[in-house]
């Protein structure tokens, strides 16, 4: 299994050394062990964790690599860590911070990564509502992420306030057919900071399937009033436009 996502990564330009492609296995263990007792992703068995979960998450590699090595990072509703504990594993210097809501999700997290010893990373139980109006966090981040969150008008009213003016970027993934959210959600993020998000076609290592990475940069300050409250960004998004968040 481990030689085989070796070879699909580097196929695809990523290149990891071997201490860390086994802390990346030992965290694969990990979520396997923890998934028995408690449901903490739908996806169980070992080949599905590394298909599903962590060489999916490679679709992020390109903005990640991008950054300078010890930037912030915040991965916003981390669930089991992904794709946030996968590159604090490959990026050492990068600090990494993983929020959730769910206590027990937080909880794995936690322990995972004092199991793995990745000092370079934490993770925070909260809202990301909250989380975003906190002077500790709040327009603090180099680049807030997501996977399998919510739709990108939701996103970008999330994540954008998490991120520095004039330097920091946020990023989501989503499928091939975008064109009316994409178009929702610019203004949406207009209002938050980030007017002219771009699209960059990205693939899964070993699967040719494209998908797209939409990246925010984030040209002004956030207005005081976002995000808003506990559940509205879901609930109510900006402009009224509703699209569901796909499992992308
Ligand atoms: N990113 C993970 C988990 C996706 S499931 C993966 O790709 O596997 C979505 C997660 O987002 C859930 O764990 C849920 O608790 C969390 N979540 C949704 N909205 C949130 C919010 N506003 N603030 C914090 N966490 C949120």
Redesign the pocket.
């Known amino acids: 299994m481990l030689s085989q996502v070796e070879s699909q990564m580097s196929e695809a330009g990523i290149e990891f050394d071997a201490g860390r492609l086994l802390l990346l296995q030992k965290y694969v263990s990990l979520l396997i062990t923890a998934n028995a007792k408690s449901n903490l ?1 739908a ?1 169980k068995d070992e080949a599905g964790i590394w298909d599903q ?1 962590v060489l ?2 490679m679709r992020f590699h390109p903005i990640i690599s991008s950054l300078k090595g010890d930037s912030r990072v915040i ?10 504990i996968i590159f604090a594993i490959m990026y050492p210097d990068m600090r990494v911070t993983m ?4 206590g027990k ?1 937080i909880r794995f997290v936690s322990e995972a990564i004092d199991a793995l010893g990745i000092s370079n990373s934490r993770a925070i139980q ?6 975003g109006r906190h002077p500790d966090h709040r327009e603090h981040y180099d680049l807030a992420i ?5 739709s990108l008008t ?1 996103l970008a009213e ?1 994540l954008i306030p998490l991120v520095v003016p004039r330097r920091g970027r946020a990023a989501a993934l989503k499928g091939a057919d975008i064109d009316q959210e994409f178009k929702d959600a610019s203004r949406a993020s207009a209002e938050v900071g980030a007017p002219n998000p771009s699209t960059l076609v990205v693939a899964t290592p070993g699967s040719s399937d494209g998908d797209n990475l939409i990246i925010w940069d984030k040209i002004r300050p956030t207005p005081r009033a976002y995000p808003r409250r ?2 509205v ?2 609930k109510s998004p900006l402009f009224g436009q509703h699209h569901v968040g796909t ?1 992308t």
Not at 75 to 84: E, H, L, N, R, S
Not at 99 to 102: E, G, L
Not at 126 to 131: C, D, K, P, Y
Not at 146 to 150: F, S, T
């Open positions: 992703t996806i979960l999916r998450s991965d916003v509703g981390t669930g089991a860590g992904i794709p946030g929020i959730d809501a769910t999700k909260g809202r990301a509502e909250q989380i997501a996977r399998a969150v919510g939701e999330i506990d559940g960004p879901h499992r």
